[in-house]
């Protein structure tokens, strides 16, 4: 980069950015001296980080930690390899409407039982909470009232998810799009008929618990009993419509058969200590780096410094529940944001035994020491990657604390790329103009 001086500046200004974004709204001032004590409090204005705040998992907020079991003797195999879906989507769906949006929904299946655990950070009505996760799914079908917009409302029909016997997912032959199909009881056949009949170009409402969940439009009668839904779904959007009218089409009962309360003075002792070993070990890092290669180690704790405070943010933003296990990410991710550092100053070492000038020098470290700073750093992430599991790949880890872990740690390597790298050698070539 020809003038390294307006990067410099952008740095600067994220960094102040990230500082007001990650201050505390009061900043404690104790401390005594003989006689003199002082005991004041500096508040700060901030209008931005509020909205943002850190989250908190269940090991660090407290809450409390529930396992349900649904009544699944009553269905076929199909229909319990259908319900396990539809029960996790309805009541992940559930909490998040509760306002719980830090939880943790997971099915488990052993032989014929299937349990649902559920993980509540920071509730504070555990058994409203419980009532709400353990009603059953009703699902309905409503059509239009007389009006010429679909905000005049809906009317129930009578049609169920007791008359659905399925949903599922298809592709439209003309455009390859995904769409849902509906298969209907005996019953429910007459029923839809009858309403298709009456509703051609209108909307048939698709509710469950109350809430709409399609509005597909009746296009002409459908009277064998199979109905498609198109829409510009995504593919995963499409899974997730069919599992919850399969949740409403076999409606299971689930009981409550384990609760166990996890105390807030736990995390609090825990984060205590895990932020004690941070900085020990924060501390030790630095400490090392300015005693080992002095004016340049003091550069690489000015780009950790600014990797915490980007780190912090996008935790803010993202927003990442933090877990102890997820701290433990951050904090081995510390110890790598130098890592790219030590490499790069050791070859500048290199280079500068054989007589070549500073910038010279600086420059050849930063390009030839880029080849083992990017594979370490792509087989961390790869990882990373196995261990968040993304795509809820059976035979790799689903576990929340561990994808906390692997979430800190993957996203802690990509920012220390940008730190590392790009703000260690901005910082030098504007800072240091010689080698000491």
Same mark, same amino acid.
């Given at each position: 980069m020809k003038n390294p001086k307006n990067l410099f500046i952008f740095i600067f200004v994220l960094s102040l950015l990230c500082l007001y974004f990650n201050l505390p709204a009061v900043i404690p001032l104790r401390f005594s001296l003989g006689k003199l004590a002082i005991d004041y409090e500096i508040k700060i204005p901030q209008p931005i980080s509020t909205k943002f705040p850190l989250h908190y998992g269940l090991d660090l907020a407290g809450g409390s930690h529930l396992v349900f079991e649904a009544d699944t003797q009553s269905l076929s195999n199909e229909g319990r390899e259908k319900v396990i879906g539809g029960l996790r989507e309805n009541?992940?769906?559930?909490?998040?409407?509760?306002?719980?949006?830090?939880?943790? @929904?997971?099915?488990?299946?052993?032989?014929?039982?299937?349990?649902?655990?559920?993980?509540?950070?920071?509730?504070?009505?555990?058994?409203?909470?419980? $009532?709400?996760?353990?009603? $059953? %799914?009703?699902?309905?079908?409503?059509?239009? +009232?007389? %009006? $010429?917009?679909?905000?005049?409302?809906?009317?129930?029909?009578?049609?169920?998810?007791a008359d659905l016997r399925s949903a599922g997912i298809d592709f439209d032959p003309d455009t390859n799009q995904p769409v849902i199909t509906l298969d209907f009881t005996d019953e429910g056949k007459e029923k839809?008929?009858? =309403?298709?009949?009456?509703?051609?170009? +209108?909307?048939? %409402?698709?509710?469950?618990?109350?809430?709409?969940?399609?509005?597909?439009?009746?296009?002409?009668?459908?009277?064998?009993?199979?109905?498609?839904?198109?829409?510009?779904?995504?593919?995963?959007?499409?899974?997730?419509?069919?599992?919850?009218?399969?949740?409403?089409? =076999? !409606?299971?009962?689930?009981?409550?058969?384990?609760?166990?309360?996890?105390?807030?003075?736990?995390?609090? @002792?825990?984060?205590?200590?895990?932020?004690? %070993?941070?900085?020990?070990?924060?501390?030790?890092?630095?400490?090392?780096?300015?005693?080992?290669?002095? +004016? =340049?180690?003091?550069?690489?704790?000015?780009?950790?410094?600014?990797?915490?405070?980007?780190?912090?943010?996008?935790?803010?933003?993202? !927003?990442?529940?933090?877990? =102890? !296990?997820?701290?433990?990410?951050?904090?081995?991710?510390?110890?790598?944001?130098?890592?790219a550092n030590i490499l790069i100053f050791e070859r500048m070492r290199e280079e500068l035994r054989t007589g070549k000038e500073f910038s010279i020098a600086r420059e050849l470290a930063f390009g030839r020491a880029w080849d083992s700073i990017r594979d370490a750093n792509i087989c961390t992430i790869i990882t990373a990657f196995v261990l968040f599991n993304p795509f809820e790949w059976s035979f790799f880890p689903m576990a929340g604390m561990i994808r906390g872990f692997a979430l800190t740690l993957g996203l802690g390597v990509i920012i220390s790329l940008f730190t590392g790298v790009v703000v260690t050698r901005t910082l030098i070539r504007v800072l240091a103009r010689k080698n000491k």
């Open positions: 009541i992940q769906r559930r909490v998040d409407m509760y306002g719980l949006s830090e939880t943790l @929904v997971q099915a488990s299946r052993s032989g014929e039982d299937l349990r649902l655990i559920v993980e509540l950070a920071g509730v504070k009505d555990v058994d409203e909470a419980i $009532t709400l996760i353990g009603q $059953t %799914a009703v699902l309905d079908f409503r059509q239009q +009232k007389e %009006a $010429t917009d679909a905000a005049a409302g809906f009317l129930p029909t009578g049609l169920t998810g839809f008929a009858h =309403l298709t009949e009456e509703n051609v170009g +209108k909307i048939l %409402a698709i509710f469950l618990d109350e809430v709409p969940l399609s509005f597909p439009k009746v296009e002409e009668p459908i009277r064998e009993g199979k109905a498609i839904i198109r829409g510009d779904f995504a593919l995963e959007e499409a899974k997730k419509m069919a599992a919850q009218l399969n949740a409403g089409a =076999l !409606p299971v009962a689930v009981k409550l058969v384990e609760q166990r309360t996890v105390e807030a003075t736990l995390g609090q @002792v825990a984060v205590r200590r895990s932020v004690q %070993a941070g900085l020990v070990g924060l501390f030790g890092v630095m400490f090392f780096m300015i005693a080992y290669y002095g +004016k =340049l180690g003091f550069f690489a704790n000015l780009s950790l410094i600014i990797y915490g405070l980007i780190s912090l943010t996008f935790y803010r933003l993202i !927003p990442i529940t933090l877990t =102890l !296990p997820g701290i433990a990410g951050f904090i081995l991710s510390v110890g790598m944001a130098v890592d």
